[in-house]
């Protein structure tokens, strides 16, 4: 149901804001929107794509397969900025902009796979747990420390995957655009704060989503990417 804000902007109150950052990796771009656009119904989610000043491969398909999509709008930057927390904070204020807020938040990178009916068990999951933030998929290295209602709780969940609602994006962001390195990063950091005011942080126990990114920007190996599964059929680079 659409309805208008304060503000006059109009509000999907059952639609949930996707917020991609994107740069280059075209054949893991492709797959990303594709698994995101087939297995989500459009009128569940509006989506915002941060284009990092990609190469012209990338910034051509990123244009070309929305520009037919109502649901989605695409920043697109000249320049790479290459720091995440301000690309994902400028990705955030722009699909408020575009589309008002909706019933929950999600961020996500480029370099994921999304599995049929992902964003309906995710928010489901979401709405049993006491978590303020919930991440698809959990990173090897993050060991639970306590499990209930089908989440692992943790210390942090990893940029490519996490839910939280407005109000907690109102308390606790935006994201630090000058944190960086391993258990420094901007969502490591933006979860920290949520478990040091005595909120809770985790992952979905069965994935919804698939890491598909076993380098990291500069075509080094990802950190614990070897234990990440392989999916047949999805590309993995």
């Not at 994201?175 to 420094?184: E, L, M, P, T």
């Not at 069965?206 to 234990?227: D, F, L, Q, R």
Request: with cysteine; glycine share 10%.
């Amino acid at each position: 149901m659409a309805v208008r804000d304060l503000q006059g902007r109009v509000t999907h109150q059952s639609m949930t804001n996707v917020v991609m950052l994107v740069r280059d990796r075209p054949r893991l771009t492709e797959q990303c929107l594709r698994t995101l656009y087939e297995t989500t119904p459009e009128d569940q989610f509006n989506l915002v794509i941060v284009n990092d000043g990609s190469g012209e491969d990338t910034y051509r398909l990123v244009l070309n397969y929305t520009a037919r999509k109502d649901n989605c709008r695409v920043v697109s930057l000249f320049d790479s900025i290459g720091i995440v927390g301000w690309l994902r904070n400028t990705g955030i204020q722009a699909s408020e902009r575009y589309f008002g807020r909706g019933s929950r938040l999600y961020l996500s990178d480029n370099d994921v796979a999304f599995t049929p009916h992902w964003l309906r068990e995710i928010e489901n999951c979401w709405c049993r747990s006491d978590a303020k933030v919930l991440g698809g998929y959990r990173h090897p290295f993050h060991q639970p420390n306590l499990t209930r209602f089908g989440v692992d709780y943790t210390d942090a969940v990893a940029g490519y995957s996490m839910l939280i609602a407005w109000g907690t994006w109102d308390r606790y962001g935006p994201f630090d655009s000058h944190a960086k390195g391993v258990c420094q990063s901007e969502d490591f950091a933006f979860c920290q704060k949520i478990i040091k005011d005595g909120g809770k942080v985790g992952y979905m126990r069965e994935p919804v989503i698939a890491m598909c990114g076993i380098t990291n920007s500069e075509g080094k190996s990802a950190i614990g990417s070897e234990h990440f599964p392989r999916i047949p059929g999805l590309i993995y680079e």
